[in-house]
């Protein structure tokens, strides 16, 4: 008896074989991982079908029996071997200070547009019952309290934690197979 989980996505370079380990977990004879799958040689996003993986695995193991369980398709993505890319730290750089500018731009727009200010000094003179001597007491810890309320909300402090940005790339992810994705011919 052979059983096979199909995973979600695979990764392999051109030029290097598709192997039933690198694709799916499975319980079954000794050496079954190396199993060849049918995969294109072109780089891009294929989907590996699980009746293809039975075939493939029929073929080597025509007295054995199958269960295929889990998902139905493996994404394979054949790609180039990752080249050093020297603009990198510069393009990253550059993403975050647009980012670091946009969103200190869209806050103080904001701020500017509900007049921020005088509803910090109504709140102060609300629970101290005198106006405020120097806006600076309210707006340093309002700006650090974002801060921090961003990190928190991000999960910065704790990096075990899923942050809603890996949440949004993994939907990305998956969406970006399903569009892609060929079929294996």
Known sequence: MIYIQLGNRAKVTPGQPLLLGSAARLIAPEGAGGIVLPCPEKTGVWKLQAIDVARAVRAAYP??????MGADVCYVHRVDAPKRDLTRPLRTAAAFLILCLGGALGLAWFHSDVDMPRAQAAV?????????SDMRLIT???AVGVALGVAVFYALP???ATTPLEVKLTAYQEDMEKTEGREIE
């Open 63 to 68: 007295q054995e029996a199958i269960t295929l």
């Open 140 to 142: 340093v810890p309002y």
């Open 124 to 132: 102060y003179e609300a629970i101290t019952g005198e106006a405020p």
């Open 158 to 160: 704790s990096r075990s």
